[in-house]
């Protein structure tokens, strides 16, 4: 595949004993949406996770094999972790804005990444804000608690929290699915804007959204990548039996 941001080669992931990714290969495409399906438990959430090494902190996990992004395997031993998570941000399923301000939910990351030059950003909260689609909601109300507002106006937040140390991945784990169909649309809607500058892989378990959203569709079953193509595909005319028993909704 052409213009390839990730490259994962035979990635296996355990908690302790429990095997949990299962030699996964696949090339994920930059500038692209990268949709994540299958049944609970099958290793999603995991391997999003160990795009951005954020499983690190978990006792006894251990990954095996190589995620290689930008031609550097990020589980090298020289490899800086921090600068890695800059790279993918991450966005969650239950948006978890910081007790602080609107501002300072967006400022924190460059803050902690030791960025002082207040025009600076001022600059950036204001690109983010405006990135995830949320700026004319909160431009006149930037001093106030992130808690006053709706919870997709929060999830938006969230992404434009993500997007303040410009990241080149954007890793979202159902990112609408605490969210009304209106919250859901105008994330949908973003994700299509954001892919024009960012690479975007997101697990979702709605399979309308997948197959609205995603280039590309990659299927999950038991730790194990069954299937992986063209979304259009996926959705019509998948090679395995499983995938599109799943698909239609015959399990899972
Ligand atoms: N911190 C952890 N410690 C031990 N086992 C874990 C941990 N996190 C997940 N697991 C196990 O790893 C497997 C995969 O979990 P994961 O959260 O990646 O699944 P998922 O596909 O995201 O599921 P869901 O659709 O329910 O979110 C499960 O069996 C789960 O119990
Ligand atoms: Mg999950």
Redesign the pocket.
């Known amino acids: 595949m052409n213009n390839v941001k990730i490259k994962v080669e035979d990635f296996n992931f355990h ?2 004993k ?1 095997h ?1 990714l299962k030699k996964v290969s696949m090339d994920i495409v930059a500038n692209k949406v990268t949709g994540i399906i ?1 049944p ?8 999003l996770r160990s795009i951005n090494r954020m499983n690190d902190t ?1 006792l006894g996990a251990k990954a095996e094999g190589r995620i290689i992004l930008d031609g550097r395997n990020i589980y090298d031993d020289d490899i800086d972790v921090v600068e890695v998570r800059r790279k993918a941000g991450m966005v969650f399923q239950k948006s978890n804005p910081f007790p602080k301000s609107i501002f300072d939910n967006i400022a924190y990351g460059l803050r902690i990444n030791g960025v002082k030059d207040k025009y600076y950003i001022h600059e950036r909260v204001e690109k983010s804000l405006r990135d995830a689609a949320i700026w004319d909601e909160v431009k006149g109300r930037l001093n106030k608690n992130a808690f006053e507002l709706s919870g997709g106006q929060q999830q938006r937040l969230c992404i434009a929290r993500a997007l303040a140390v410009e990241p080149e991945i954007v890793l979202m784990d159902e990112p609408a699915s605490a969210l009304d169909p209106t919250a859901t649309l105008k994330v949908e809607e973003l994700i299509q804007e954001l892919k024009k500058k960012y690479t975007i892989i997101i ?1 979702t ?1 709605n399979m309308q959204q997948a197959a609205r959203i995603s280039d590309f569709t990659a299927f999950f079953m038991m730790g194990e990548l069954v299937e992986y193509d063209v979304t259009s595909i996926m959705f019509t005319k998948p090679v395995k039996k499983i995938t599109e028993d799943y698909i239609t909704g015959r399990f899972g």
């Open positions: 908690y302790g429990t949990v299958g609970s438990g099958c290793g999603k959430s995991t391997f978990i697990v378990h």
